[in-house]
């Protein structure tokens, strides 16, 4: 199967709506600043603070991010992964996406907590029985050791063409369309990747495309 037919059959999709107008200027300039409420927000939903011995903060107003080695051993043990859980990791996914899609300039739409704006993200609903198997999340982080490797580049990449954008959108207002796709396509990536090795909805190893 070709990468374009593997991206394609991949259970998991994004999506982000290409801004074909002018973007506000102002706020794009000021984005590092602008963004910063909303990053302590996904912060504290995003799991435990540190201390500066890297010891795990006892901050009792914290959520738990998500959700891994629960599912782990649920898939493992009892063939199911309960649907609160899922609802929870996918709607931090989605959030944490938003922020990403903000900080990259690819909207200048303050990130919204619930609503899904121009980020589309499509993570359905996996039937533990007929769509994994229940070993299989035990070694999916290292079977994507592959994917690690490649997005580290990709995302010097996409730092760099954030940049260039930055620098167009502040002259002409517009996000140039070949950045665009290409840092989108990194971000899809690597929800991909974080669909089969962290949160767990697919077996299906994730294409080596950014289609």
Not at 69 to 76: D, E, K, R, S, W
Not at 80 to 101: C, E
Not at 112 to 119: F, L, R, W
Request: proline share 7%.
């Amino acid at each position: 199967m070709s990468d374009k037919n593997a991206s394609a059959a991949f259970p998991v999709s994004l999506r982000i709506d290409y801004p074909d107008r002018e973007l506000n200027r102002l706020t794009s300039v000021f984005r590092v600043i602008l963004i910063v409420p909303i990053l302590i927000v996904l912060a504290l939903v995003s799991g435990p603070g540190w201390d500066s011995h890297h010891q795990a903060s006892t901050f009792p107003f914290l959520a738990g991010g998500i959700l891994f080695l629960p599912t782990v051993l649920m898939i493992l043990f009892r063939w199911k992964y309960p649907r609160w859980w899922f609802d929870w990791n996918v709607n931090l996914t989605r959030f944490s996406l938003r922020v990403g899609a903000y900080l990259a300039l690819l909207t200048d739409a303050c990130p919204s907590t619930d609503q899904e704006q121009t980020v589309h993200a499509e993570i359905p609903y996996p039937d533990v029985t007929k769509d994994l198997k229940a070993g299989l999340p035990l070694v999916k982080w290292f079977l994507a050791i592959p994917h690690y490797v490649v997005l580290f580049f990709l995302f010097l990449g996409a730092v760099g063409a954030v940049i260039i954008a930055w620098f167009a959108i502040l002259f002409t207002g517009r996000y140039p369309r070949g950045l665009f796709n290409y840092v989108v396509g990194v971000a899809q990536w690597s929800l991909r990747v974080s669909a089969y090795a962290f949160l767990l909805v697919t077996d299906v190893y994730p294409p080596f495309t950014l289609g």
